[in-house]
């Protein structure tokens, strides 16, 4: 299957719709959610992946659409609305023991947000998706308390993580890195020595996609898109969970569906504007992204040489674009 950062050329179809739920049924798994949380959440840092996947509490899973008051349900729900504020939609929204917190009197848990961005450069409107990911942390952390009042618990405040995996449109500077954005502590005037559990509470961790880096994060998320069942269970123990492993299978043959669509629409495309043409779009798209010339060459029918002309003639444009006007050469007639 090819990576799923293709996909945006099809997005508007009815399969891809479909690829974007099945991505999400997966990443309601806890073989699938625990790896993550090891590798990124410093408080499972220290953990195996099975102690992790027992910290999961499944039962906060639940797809429960609520009003912004949690504390009249059990389970924590995938959307949160209340009079005044935007209604959002988490992709996978659960509870999690915090193993540094729990001993065998009080339980400790950390509020987690999973979210699975395909476009990491939103448009209409356009806007950092940073912004989007700390509004999400926020929201959760102030739906733990529902209506303030004067005897509010604020001491009842859990420490909140919101994680996005982003696979699309990510700069090729930012490629293959992942960045924790949380609260300090800086002393101003003199030394305060506060307990850090008592404002570390809001922690946004962005995982952006798109290259060739083999370390474990990105390995393993590659191997759950791809569908590559061996390679996930270098990570994790998927060969118990059929159901897991049909889901892995059905997303892959959606991914696979998508491909054939694009390559369909793709020919329409040509008849319609010159069959040249839209493949000259298609590799130039697949350089963007930093696919390699072998996977281009497999997937456009085009030579090696026929991809470098097309590299070469979109530098050139580039560089006249950047050209003051007066310096520019005369356009060929």
Not at 138 to 146: F, I, K, P, T
Not at 254 to 260: C, I, K, N, V
Request: net charge negative.
């Amino acid at each position: 299957m090819r990576d799923e950062t293709k996909i945006d050329l099809y997005a508007a179809s009815a399969i891809s719709r479909e690829y974007d739920e099945a991505c999400k049924r997966i990443f309601r798994n806890k073989e699938i959610i625990a790896p993550i949380m090891q590798m990124v959440v410093p408080e499972y840092k220290n953990c195996t992946v099975a102690e992790v996947m027992r910290c999961i509490d499944s039962d906060t899973m639940e797809e429960i659409p609520v009003e912004d008051v949690p504390a009249k349900i059990e389970g924590l729900p995938t959307e949160l609305s209340s009079v005044t504020e935007k209604l959002i939609r988490y992709d996978v929204h659960f509870k999690s023991v915090n193993p540094r917190l729990t001993n065998t009197h009080i339980c400790v848990h950390l509020h987690i947000d999973l979210e699975v961005q395909n476009d990491y450069k939103p448009r209409n409107p356009e806007y950092p998706i940073i912004k989007r990911a700390l509004y999400y942390a926020v929201r959760e952390l102030s739906s733990q308390l529902g209506t303030l009042t004067e005897t509010t618990d604020y001491s009842k405040l859990e420490k909140v993580y919101s994680i996005w995996i982003c696979n699309k449109n990510v700069p090729p500077e930012l490629r293959d890195t992942a960045t924790t954005y949380t609260i300090h502590k800086s002393d101003m005037i003199g030394t305060c020595n506060e307990a850090e559990e008592d404002f570390d509470l809001l922690n946004v961790i962005m995982i952006r996609r798109g290259g060739h880096s083999r370390d474990k994060i990105f390995d393993f998320l590659s191997a759950v898109f791809d569908g590559e069942i061996k390679r996930m269970e270098q990570y994790t123990n998927v060969a118990e969970n059929e159901e897991l492993k049909q889901e892995v299978a059905h997303m892959s043959g959606l991914g696979a569906s998508l491909l054939e669509e694009g390559i369909e629409q793709g020919i329409e495309q040509g008849i319609e504007q010159g069959i040249e043409q839209a493949t000259v779009n298609f590799v130039q798209r697949m350089l963007e992204e930093g696919e390699s010339t072998e996977k281009i060459m497999m997937y456009s029918g085009c030579t090696r040489e026929d991809i470098e002309k097309i590299k070469s003639r979109a530098t050139e444009e580039q560089e006249t674009a950047d050209m003051p006007e007066r310096r520019r050469p005369a356009r060929r007639r």
